[in-house]
């Protein structure tokens, strides 16, 4: 694993990962489904945050009020930020956690697009959650009408978008997609609706209106667009 460990490590290196999800708009708005979600979780639960990065999920619940949340990412610098937080950070892989240790809640956000191996972790999430527990995650999907536009007449693929975003994603993912694999993992399927729906040629509003173009970002047409799915899924059984 040293090779995966050194990759992860210049990831991290090249990324302010909490200042990212600050800034831009699609990562506020999985930030804001976040909150929405665990504001209504018993704060006494058992979380795991699944490549936690420098911990800003791991903060945002313990602003909340949870005392019993770790996470747990490959990044040796990542895991010191986030040490340097008082935050419960462990370095590793979400295959090196024991079947011994139980979750009432898994979380992954923008994260399961990295793993090679999808079907392996959803049943290492299954694995490590109590029976009723919750599987929380935001992926990428380009279904924006912006995406779809770009496909149609500027030919690129579903791959080459998801690449496009970062060099490290390996999965170009739909909604139904993610469903049925979750389905097939244990897991069914609670809330799933697509964020972020950039028009196609607005990144010229964000000069003229930076407000405007935020507004137009958060359409997603009745759940039917958006470049990010959020979804809450329970373990079944």
């Known amino acids: 694993m040293i090779e995966e460990d050194t990759k ?7 990324r302010l990962l909490s200042r990212n999800k600050l800034l831009y708009i ?24 699944v490549g936690c990065g420098d911990g ?3 903060e945002l619940l313990r602003d909340l009020g949870f ?14 930020t986030s040490k340097g937080k008082n935050l419960n950070v462990r370095q590793g892989y979400l295959s090196d956690i024991s079947g011994a ?6 979380y992954m956000m923008d994260v399961l697009e990295h793993i090679p191996d999808v079907p392996g972790a959803l049943a290492a999430v ?23 536009w770009r496909r149609f007449f500027g030919k690129e693929t579903r791959s080459g978008q998801v690449l496009s975003y970062d060099e490290t994603h390996l999965h170009a993912f739909t909604k139904v997609k993610l469903e049925e694999l979750l389905k097939q993992a244990g897991f ?4 799933s609706k697509r964020i972020n729906d950039p028009m196609p040629f607005s ?35």
């Open 8 to 14: 992860w490590e210049k990831y991290g290196e090249s």
């Open 26 to 49: 699609h990562h506020r708005i999985a930030t804001e489904s976040f909150l929405d979600h665990f504001k209504k979780v018993d704060t006494a639960s058992k979380v795991l945050d």
């Open 56 to 58: 800003l999920y791991l």
């Open 67 to 80: 005392s019993n949340a770790e996470g747990i990412d490959p990044g040796a610098s990542m895991v010191s």
């Open 101 to 106: 240790e139980e979750y009432d809640v898994v």
């Open 126 to 148: 299954n694995r490590i959650l109590r029976p009723g527990g919750e599987f929380v995650l935001n992926i990428p999907i380009c279904d924006s009408l912006r995406s779809r």
């Open 188 to 191: 069914e399927v609670i809330t």
């Open 203 to 237: 990144g010229w509003l964000f000069s003229f209106s930076p407000k405007l173009a935020e507004m137009v970002q958060k359409i997603s047409f009745g759940g039917r667009m958006g470049d990010f799915l959020f979804t809450v899924a329970r373990r079944t059984g």
